[in-house]
C-alpha cells in the first residue's frame, strides 16, 4: 500500500532561520502535494509537485520521483510559518490520498 | 471565487447518536473527498465521491457513510456515534477530468465532539 513519511517530526526555528523538510514516499505514489496546517486548523496549499522544482515566495519544493523523496524549503522563516506541515499523495486520479504524519513547526521571535 | 465550504463549524453530539456534516466544493470542480483527524494526528482518508457515486473508500466501518448531489455537494453521516469518533471531519473537492489527476482543495472542517 501507499506510505509517506515525514521527517523531522517536530522543529524549532528562531524567526529569520532556513529550513527543510522531508517527505519519503512508496513507489506507488505519484501525485504529491505540500499543505500547512495552520492553529486554526486549515489545510492550505503549498504546491502540487509531483516531480521537478517550484517556488512560491520564501517557499519551495522539489520531488525527485526516481528517488522516492521531496523536500519543502522554509526560507527566512517567519513566526505566521508555525503550525504542521503535510505532504500526502495518491497513486491515480481515483485513488485515496494518504498523508504523512507530519512536520511540526515553531517559529519563534 | 469561492473556496471549499463546510458546515456546521463546530457539533456535540452524544453517544449513539447520528450526525450529518454537509461540504460544498470549490466552484468549478466535481470531486469531494472526506477526511477525519483526530488531535495531534494527520488526516485519514474516508471516502470520495464522483458522479455521485463512492469511488474509493479507506479503512473505516460502514457506520460512516456519504452522498453527492447533482450540484458535486455532499453529505458524510456518520450513525451510532462513539468517543472515538471526536475529531476534525475535512472535505477536500478536486476536478477529474479525462482520468487526470488535479490538486484537492481543503475546506475549514467540523470539529465534532461526542460526549
Known amino acids: 500500500g501507499i506510505q509517506v513519511e515525514q521527517s523531522p517530526p517536530d522543529l524549532i526555528l528562531q524567526e529569520g532561520a532556513n529550513s527543510t523538510l522531508r517527505c519519503n514516499f512508496s513507489?506507488?505514489?505519484?501525485?504529491l502535494q505540500w499543505f500547512h496546517q495552520n492553529p486554526w486548523g486549515q489545510l492550505i496549499n503549498l504546491f502540487y509537485?509531483?516531480?521537478g522544482t517550484k517556488q512560491n515566495g520564501r517557499l519551495s519544493a522539489t520531488t525527485v520521483a526516481t528517488e522516492r523523496y521531496s523536500l519543502l524549503y522554509i526560507s527566512s522563516s517567519q513566526t505566521t510559518d508555525s503550525g504542521v506541515y503535510f505532504c500526502?499523495?495518491?497513486?491515480?486520479?481515483?485513488?485515496?490520498?494518504?498523508f504523512g504524519p507530519g512536520t511540526s513547526l515553531s517559529v519563534i521571535p | 471565487d469561492a473556496g471549499v465550504t463546510q458546515s456546521p463549524t463546530h457539533l456535540i453530539k452524544t453517544r449513539g447518536q447520528q450526525v450529518t456534516l454537509r461540504c460544498s466544493p470549490k466552484?468549478?470542480?466535481?470531486?469531494v473527498s472526506w477526511y477525519q483527524q483526530a488531535l495531534g494526528q494527520g488526516p485519514q482518508f474516508i471516502f470520495q465521491?464522483?458522479?455521485?457515486?463512492?469511488?474509493q473508500r479507506g479503512n473505516f466501518p460502514d457506520r460512516f457513510s456519504g452522498h453527492q448531489f447533482p450540484n458535486y455537494s455532499s453529505e458524510l453521516n456518520v450513525n451510532a456515534l462513539l468517543l472515538g469518533d471526536s475529531a476534525l471531519y475535512l472535505c477536500?473537492?478536486?476536478?477529474?477530468?479525462?482520468?487526470?489527476?488535479?490538486?484537492?482543495?481543503f475546506g475549514p472542517g467540523t470539529r465534532l465532539t461526542v460526549t
Open positions: 509537485i509531483p516531480s
Open positions: 466552484s468549478g470542480h466535481d470531486t
Open positions: 513507489d506507488s505514489v505519484n501525485n
Open positions: 477536500a473537492s478536486s476536478l477529474l477530468r479525462q482520468g487526470v489527476f488535479h490538486e484537492q482543495y
Open positions: 465521491y464522483y458522479e455521485e457515486e463512492e469511488r
Open positions: 500526502a499523495g495518491g497513486e491515480t486520479s481515483y485513488d485515496k490520498v494518504i
